[in-house]
C-alpha cells in the first residue's frame, strides 16, 4: 500500500507561480516512477507530468516549458513547480504512484488562476 498527499494548491493570478508537494508513505520502497495528473472542472483527468526514480522526466506538450517535476528521494517526495500560469491550468492536481500494476492516488489538491 502506498499513501499520497498533495499540498501547495491555492488561488493565484495569472503569470504567478506555485509550488506542489506530494508526500509518499507506505510501501514506497519499491516505487520507481511518480507523476502529477490534473483534472479541470466537466473534463477528464489528464497527464501533466512524470519523474522515474533515476530523475528522468517528461512533460504534456501544454505545461512543457512552465512547470518543473523533481523528486527528494530521502523525503519520499516530489514536488511540482508551476510557473507562468495560466487560466487555463487551474484544476485539481493529483499525485500518482505505479506499483505493480495498481495506480496509486493522492486526494487532490486545487490550483485556481484567476485573469
Known amino acids: 500500500q502506498v499513501q499520497l498527499v498533495e499540498s501547495g494548491g491555492g488561488l493565484v493570478q495569472a503569470g504567478g507561480s506555485l509550488r506542489l508537494s506530494c508526500a509518499a508513505s507506505?510501501?514506497?520502497?519499491?516505487?520507481?516512477?511518480m507523476g502529477w495528473y490534473r483534472q479541470a472542472p466537466g473534463k477528464q483527468r489528464d497527464w501533466v507530468a512524470t519523474i522515474t526514480g533515476r530523475g528522468s522526466t517528461n512533460y504534456a506538450d501544454s505545461v512543457k516549458g512552465r512547470f518543473t517535476i523533481s523528486r527528494d528521494n530521502a523525503k519520499n517526495t516530489v514536488y511540482l513547480q508551476m510557473n507562468s500560469l495560466k487560466p487555463e491550468d487551474t484544476a485539481v492536481y493529483y499525485c500518482w504512484a505505479p506499483l505493480y500494476g495498481l495506480n496509486y492516488w493522492g486526494k487532490g489538491t486545487l490550483v485556481t488562476v484567476s485573469s
Open positions: 507506505g510501501s514506497i520502497f519499491s516505487i520507481n516512477a
